[in-house]
């Protein structure tokens, strides 16, 4: 069945950057964008910007635009978020999800997230 | 600070309905976007509960039930069980902070 698996947990110092690894298996790749989301501490869902497996094109919330970066390797069927500047707010859970379209064709903004990775933890000390 | 409100806990004895709203605006819900909602026990990835605003995913029970109107949404949930016992998110889309949008979760606690 269609999964995503995340790689492990990081630590970085401020100032620091890090990628986290999310592959993908059981689904066509590049048929669905996948988002990235994050927890931090005691703290609600996030959403932090997606990729279009297919173009590569990446769109990214206004909160992280000029730090972040999400690209992905459709050879090994994976995607990777990298953030920049790390401080110690970054400090959550990083999760990667698949895109559900509730409606077909899917529509701009209409994203569901209906297949997630475990999470990776992120601690920035 | 999310643009989806909702309220921070909620309460219910086994068997009981419980209902979580989420409130948004003319940018999000109120624009037409499509509401969904997820179940999130700790330690654990997010599970789709609701999807387009009413549409539930195989697998989950119909005790769960979303709903849309104006500027709000909420999820219903009939005949409380112990494994409900969780966080909630709703989710959108916000057209001026052209990004995606989640509530500010509800914890529900089975009595």
């Known amino acids: 069945q269609a999964q995503l698996v995340q790689s492990g947990a990081a630590v970085r110092e401020p100032g620091a950057s890090v990628k986290i690894s999310c592959k993908a298996s059981?689904?066509?790749?590049?048929?669905?964008?996948v988002h990235w989301v994050r927890q931090a501490p005691g703290q609600g869902l996030y959403w932090m910007g997606f990729v279009n497996p297919f173009t590569g094109g990446p769109k990214y919330a206004r909160k992280y635009q000029d730090r972040l970066s999400i690209t992905r390797d459709t050879s090994t069927s994976t995607v990777y978020v990298e953030l920049s500047s790390l401080r110690s707010e970054d400090t959550a859970v990083y999760f990667c999800?698949?895109?559900?379209?509730?409606?077909?064709?899917?529509?701009?903004?209409?994203?569901?997230?209906?297949?997630w990775g475990q999470g990776t933890m992120v601690t920035v000390s | 600070q999310s643009v989806l409100t909702q309220p921070p806990s909620m309460s219910g004895a086994p068997g009981q309905r419980v209902t979580i709203s989420c409130t948004g605006s003319?940018?999000?819900?109120?624009?037409?976007?499509?509401v969904h909602w997820y179940q999130h026990l700790p330690e654990t990835a997010p599970k789709l509960l609701v999807h387009g605003n009413n549409n539930r995913p195989s697998g989950v029970p119909d005790r769960f039930s979303g709903s849309k109107s104006g500027t709000s949404a909420s999820l219903a949930i009939a005949g409380l069980q112990a494994e409900d016992e969780a966080d909630y998110y709703c989710?959108?889309?916000?057209?001026?902070?052209?990004?995606?949008?989640f509530g500010t979760g509800t914890k529900v606690t089975v009595l």
């Open positions: 989710q959108s889309y916000d057209s001026s902070l052209s990004g995606y949008v």
């Open positions: 003319s940018s999000n819900i109120g624009a037409g976007f499509d």
């Open positions: 999800a698949r895109r559900y379209c509730s409606r077909s064709p899917c529509v701009p903004g209409g994203d569901a997230f209906d297949i």
């Open positions: 059981g689904y066509s790749f590049t048929s669905q964008y």
